[in-house]
């Protein structure tokens, strides 16, 4: 059924963590998202942003989309995004570094001071 899906167009609108490569990425309009599933059907909370840059590569025109799922990675953005808030700031500057796979993948999530 996938010849409904215009991969080509769709491949350049969304951001993807390589396994062991860290990314620096500029984000913006942070959100929760719960559309998300889990093996039992239960609905998953994430966070979604625009990513403005990633790796000094500018999309600030045509933002991508980049949406974490996984929990504790979501939780270290708490103290990242509050802190932005109470500074009135609409943009955060973070390095993301992807480790393992599936249930056993860990983020590690440090803000970038600019």
């Known amino acids: 059924m996938s010849e409904n899906i215009n991969w080509d167009e769709m491949g350049g609108k969304f951001i993807k963590l390589e396994n062991g490569i860290p990314m620096r990425l500029k984000l913006t309009n942070w959100r929760q998202q719960t559309q998300f599933k889990d093996d039992n059907g239960n609905v998953r909370f994430g966070l979604s942003f625009d990513v403005l840059q990633h790796d000094n590569i500018d999309c600030s025109e045509d933002p991508r989309n980049w949406t974490i799922t996984a929990i504790k990675a979501c939780a270290k953005f708490k103290p990242i995004i ?26 590690e999530i440090s803000k970038i001071d600019n």
């Open 82 to 107: 509050e802190k932005a808030e109470a500074a009135g700031k609409k943009v955060i500057e973070i390095s993301v570094l992807r480790a393992g796979e599936g249930k056993q993948t860990v983020y």
